[in-house]
């Protein structure tokens, strides 16, 4: 940086007004100083998620095709889902939404990574696990879910990464760390 520029100052947050309540989700306007002005800048805060790579035993992933209002489509995904509770840990979600949305549970999950989906306005957090040796089990979706499982290769998936043809951003790193963690 050159001595012109200077040093960047810090914004500081005045004031957060809560605009909207959802089930999912808050939404807020925060008043904030930023360069020496006063600015309102949108947050949405949300309690948190877990999402698994379920890999079967021949090395396919479990993969759910659901459709999302916000898209207006069904989007292909790897199993994920909300904290029930804010202090609920993300594990436990994790086991949860495994067998709620596949109907295959397992006994140990490993930690893959963690991810901000939004960092420009959400302060949404997941936590991704990978799944092995999966115990068949029973479906148990929300009233007003539909999922199918679909098991797809690896490299099948990486190929509509690539096509921007699979676009959910957890999806997306889950996968592709689980590539470079695991191989092809």
């Known amino acids: 940086m050159s001595e012109e520029c200077g040093n960047i100052p810090p914004i500081i947050r005045k004031e957060r007004k809560l605009r909207y309540q959802g089930t999912i989700l808050k939404i807020y306007e925060d008043t904030v100083i930023a360069n020496g002005h006063e600015a309102h800048w949108d947050f949405i805060h949300h309690d948190g998620a877990a999402a698994v790579v379920a890999v079967a035993d021949d ?25 029930d509770d804010p202090m609920e840990p993300k594990i436990e979600c994790a086991y949860r939404e495994l067998e709620e949305e596949t109907g295959y549970r397992c006994e140990k999950l490993e930690y893959l990574m963690s991810l901000n989906t939004t960092v420009a306005f ?13 115990i068949p089990s029973c479906q148990s979706l929300d009233e007003d879910e539909t999922i199918n499982v679909e098991l797809w290769e690896l490299q099948d998936l990486q190929e509509l990464i690539y096509t921007g043809k699979l676009t959910d951003a957890k999806t997306v790193a889950a996968i592709m760390a689980y590539a470079v963690k695991y191989g092809s």
């Open 59 to 83: 090395g396919r992933l479990f993969m759910v095709r659901q459709y999302r209002n916000a898209l207006d489509r069904e989007t292909l995904e790897i199993p994920a889902g909300k904290l």
């Open 122 to 134: 959400c302060d949404e957090a997941i936590d991704i696990f990978v799944a092995r040796n999966l």
